[in-house]
């Protein structure tokens, strides 16, 4: 007997949902997608299966992505995953909770995303961090929003053209709907200039967001911006990769007053692009305006240290057009992930992982240049485990070699260059190989 979809409206409900979407058919709510990305026909789903056979079928599906040495960052770095936080995250304590909306039946979710809070600020040097966001480009677009409701009537907020491609994306996406200007500063010498900003800073702008390490790996002196950008009466977000902070300046040094990034590099598996975390660190001047939940610290009754949720502007507590923030604002498992994480490797170790990651990316900096296929781009630029160069040939040639070796590097960016990253999962036997592979090419 032929199988029927599961469809769980009834044709009541579908034309009482089109008639107030202001439509008369599906065809007609899906007229904006152009034709080729339409499903047309029924989903070739295969017929029912025992479990064993569903395990069977699943795991030949998985064996169908090529298992690549990943050498490319760009926003989301191979670092090593400790086996404990898996199981641990994998509880079902955590992993089946919900978010903590009933602090006094929640008091462990609260307890860790406390923790998380705390270490965040102690990466950062910032004040005050809310229980973690969607991700780095969101958390940044929400930074940029924070800026012009903090200065109220100022409303153009300037990027680095030496940020990430897609977190620049995202920030005019929530920029254009949100009715603020965008500005651009340029990154003539691969970083983030100085005179630049200060020719674009005028009276309308309420932020600055820069790069702590930049889309080229670059790690950007920003001496004298925090002074330039207050002398504005504008706000400094600083976005960062949280593990390098280990041993770079950190935003609080820096002067800024936003902290912004992902926190995927703190042993979040690459995953294909998810789930990941995204981490807010403000000074405490501004923490009122801060987007999503903040857990507190309190006592109760009987003198017991208790945690409750504090400054919930969120959509479900106050009017949705005063809210901080109408999105999904806390990715509480991984942030319990990271929580681990920082735990498990402590100041030492994160450390550790950055010098060995440093060293692995300098040298394969240097294996390359040997091999008379790259010529430099921004020589003497300190970079940390990310780097640029510009090859001599075409770079989808040199990425298909790779590939059918075995890695996932050399990504090409708009400017023509090539991007590497190294992270202390790769030895120099495997970056060996990798230069040897494209020396023959």
């Known amino acids: 007997m032929a199988s029927l979809p599961y469809l769980p409206h009834t044709d009541a409900d579908v034309r009482a949902m089109l008639e107030k979407a202001g439509v008369k058919t599906l065809e007609d709510l899906y007229a904006d997608v152009p034709a080729r990305f339409l499903k047309k026909g029924p989903y070739a789903l295969p017929s029912a299966m025992s479990e064993q056979e569903i395990r069977e079928w699943f795991a030949s599906l998985e064996a169908q992505n090529a298992r690549l040495k990943v050498f490319v960052g760009q926003g989301a770095y191979d670092h090593y995953t400790p086996s404990v936080i898996q199981y641990l995250t994998q509880r079902s ?84 709907f949100h009715g603020v ?9 691969g970083e983030t200039s100085l005179e630049a900003l200060q020719g674009a800073l005028a009276e309308d702008v309420a932020g600055v967001i820069l790069p702590s390490v930049n889309r080229y790996g670059i790690v ?13 009466k504008a706000l400094m977000v600083e976005y960062c990769d949280p593990s390098a902070l280990a041993v770079v300046k950190t935003p609080g040094e820096w002067g800024a007053d936003i902290a ?26 501004y923490m009122r305006k801060m987007p999503g939940r903040i857990v507190g610290q309190t006592t109760d009754k009987e003198g017991r240290r208790v945690f409750v949720l504090t400054l919930q502007a969120r959509e479900q507590h106050i009017k949705r057009e005063k809210a901080t923030s109408n999105i999904c604002s806390n990715e509480s498992l991984m942030a319990l992930w990271v929580t681990i ?14 010098r060995l990651s440093s060293d692995g990316a300098h040298y394969l900096y240097s294996e390359l240049l040997k091999t008379g296929k790259f010529d430099e781009v921004f020589p003497g630029k300190p ?7 510009k090859p001599k040939e075409f770079p989808g040639l040199m990425q298909k070699r790779l590939e059918e070796a075995g890695f996932f590097a050399a990504l090409d960016t708009e400017e023509g260059y090539v991007t590497f990253c190294v992270t202390e999962k790769h030895g120099k036997a495997e970056i060996d190989r990798l230069v040897s592979v494209i020396k023959e090419g």
């Open 181 to 189: 200007t965008i500005g651009l500063i340029d990154a003539p010498e």
């Open 93 to 176: 304590e955590f992993l089946t909770a919900y978010t903590p909306y009933q602090c006094e039946i929640s008091q462990g979710t609260l307890r860790y995303i406390f923790e998380y809070q705390s270490m965040m600020c102690a990466l950062t040097g910032m004040d005050v961090s809310n229980a973690s966001m969607y991700d780095g480009p969101t958390a940044a677009a929400e930074a940029m929003k924070m800026c012009v409701s903090c200065t109220r009537k100022k409303n153009t907020v300037l990027l680095s053209k030496a940020l990430l491609p897609h977190v620049i994306k995202v920030v005019e996406t929530y920029a254009k």
């Open 383 to 389: 970079f940390l485990k990310e780097f640029v160069l």
């Open 341 to 354: 994480y920082l735990s498990l490797m402590g100041p030492e170790g994160l450390r550790e992982v950055n």
């Open 260 to 285: 912004v990034g992902d926190g995927q590099s703190l042993g979040l598996p690459l995953c294909y692009g998810g789930p990941y975390v995204g981490f807010m660190a403000v000074k405490k001047d």
């Open 220 to 232: 950007e002196d920003h001496s004298g911006f925090a002074d330039a950008i207050h002398a504005a």
